[in-house]
């Protein structure tokens, strides 16, 4: 895997505001290096596979510290024509601090591949969680809900769109906390809004479906969309073909099973709503009171011990 002439890039910057300065309290940024190179890593095992290279275990020889690598092939990234998408990725992500958000400390490259420092999440893929459990409790859902309204306020005060947050983009670290990964989709809110089509079909706003232009409250809908998915097992808008499942986005038509709360059924709606100018706040979504109180539950689920004391 090795090859010797791979060379660092500080990802550009466009936000004044926010600096690509080192993070001391992260020894991979604290080296204050300027080359990296896959001689710097020892690589373990496969964390993942994604659609242009696999993600492994790595740790940066001098420091110890544990990092997940991602290894991308340029050849398929020019197949796919992804190459301006990974480039905004990095140049996006490079620049977010926020605790639920997943840092990428640098990247480099060599003739054939590149290579993105990431941040380990040790308990990985929320998606997994989630089809394994089938549902989250109310309190579980609620604590995630509560961190990535979080972390979206947080990209939305940079002029950050998400545009692409489902579960397979969530990751979880060790101690079960959310940290949003993939940035792939996420755009710089621009002067003019943008209308391209991308995100996945069951998350997709109707304004996107549509053609029309879109904001930041696209990250709202699919917030609606995820905290239904958590309680549920399944989107809200599912069906058998993807015109179906279009026409219900559009009509915004979606039941909730006996199961889910008043409190829940409640946040959802005021999210899912087809005027994009009419849901729900990011800073109101934080202190919904459903939100408050059953996240303030979840580390009763979580720490179950603790009630034995
Ligand atoms: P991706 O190419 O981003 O889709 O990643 C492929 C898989 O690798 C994911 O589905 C995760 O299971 C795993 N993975 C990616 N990034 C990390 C990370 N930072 N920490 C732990 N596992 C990861």
Redesign the pocket.
């Known amino acids: 895997m090795a090859e010797s002439n791979a060379t660092y890039q500080q990802p550009i910057c466009h936000d004044s505001s926010h600096p690509a300065k080192p993070d001391l309290s992260h020894p991979v940024d604290n080296t204050n290096k300027s080359h990296w190179s896959i001689d710097d890593f020892e690589i373990g095992k496969p964390?993942?596979?994604?659609?242009?290279?696999?993600?492994f275990?790595a740790r940066e020889k001098k420091s110890k510290y544990i990092i997940?690598l991602?290894v991308l092939f340029k050849s398929q990234l020019q197949k796919g024509g992804v190459e301006h998408q990974l480039r905004r990725e990095v140049e996006i992500q490079a620049h977010l601090r926020h605790p639920n958000i997943?840092r990428l400390y640098g990247y480099f490259y060599d003739d054939r591949r590149v290579y993105l420092i990431?941040?380990?999440?040790?308990r990985?893929?929320l998606?997994?969680q989630l089809r394994a459990q089938r549902t989250f409790s109310e309190p579980i859902s609620a604590k995630y809900i509560r961190q990535i309204a979080d972390a979206l306020n947080y990209c939305h005060s940079k002029a950050v769109i998400h545009r692409d947050i489902k579960p397979?983009n969530l990751?979880l670290d060790f101690f079960g906390n959310i940290?949003i990964?993939?940035f792939g989709w996420s755009v710089h809110a621009p002067t003019s809004r943008r209308t391209t089509l991308c995100g996945t079909l069951d998350y997709l706003p109707p304004e996107m479906i549509n053609s029309k232009p879109h904001d930041k409250s696209v990250d709202l809908w699919s917030l609606g969309v995820l905290c239904y998915e958590f309680l549920c097992g399944y989107p809200p808008f599912e069906s058998e073909d993807q015109q179906s499942t279009y026409t219900r986005i559009t009509t915004c038509s979606f039941n909730f099973p006996p199961h889910v709360s008043e409190g829940a059924r409640n946040f959802i709606s005021l999210l899912l709503v087809i005027d994009p100018t009419k849901r729900l706040p990011l800073d109101n979504a934080l202190t919904h009171q459903w939100v408050v109180d059953q996240s303030a539950k979840s580390d009763d689920q979580m720490f179950p011990q603790r009630n034995d004391k």
Do not use: Q, T
């Not at 990431?118 to 040790?122: G, S």
């Open positions: 964390l993942g596979k994604g659609k242009f290279g696999n993600v275990l997940a991602k997943l990431l941040e380990y999440a040790p990985g893929e998606y997994k397979e990751l940290k990964a993939d």
